[in-house]
């Protein structure tokens, strides 16, 4: 033995679930893939996209927020 802990093929699941959610795979297709329900699947691993808010923030912010118009330009 090398000295290396025993991986059980769970863990190599979530790694895989975990490193593509954080790379931006899109949650239902990464549900997919490991046979979960989307709710099991965020629910289990919705801790590993923290990004994910950041940009969803960021959208409605991007969205809502009013174009500004200058009445007086200067020429």
């Given at each position: 033995?090398?000295?290396?802990?025993?991986?059980?093929?769970?863990?190599?699941?979530?790694?895989?679930?975990?490193?593509?959610?954080?790379?931006?795979?899109?949650?239902?297709?990464?549900?997919?893939?490991?046979?979960?329900?989307?709710?099991?699947?965020?629910?289990?691993?919705?801790?590993?996209?923290?990004?994910?808010?950041?940009?969803?923030?960021?959208?409605?912010?991007?969205?809502?927020?009013?174009?500004?118009i200058d009445f007086?330009?200067?020429?």
């Amino acid at each position: 033995m090398v000295g290396l802990t025993d991986i059980r093929f769970h863990d190599c699941r979530h790694t895989a679930a975990t490193l593509m959610l954080s790379h931006g795979i899109p949650p239902v297709l990464v549900a997919g893939m490991l046979g979960h329900s989307i709710s099991i699947l965020l629910n289990t691993y919705a801790h590993f996209i923290p990004t994910m808010q950041d940009q969803a923030a960021k959208l409605m912010d991007d969205v809502l927020t009013p174009i500004p118009i200058d009445f007086n330009p200067k020429t």
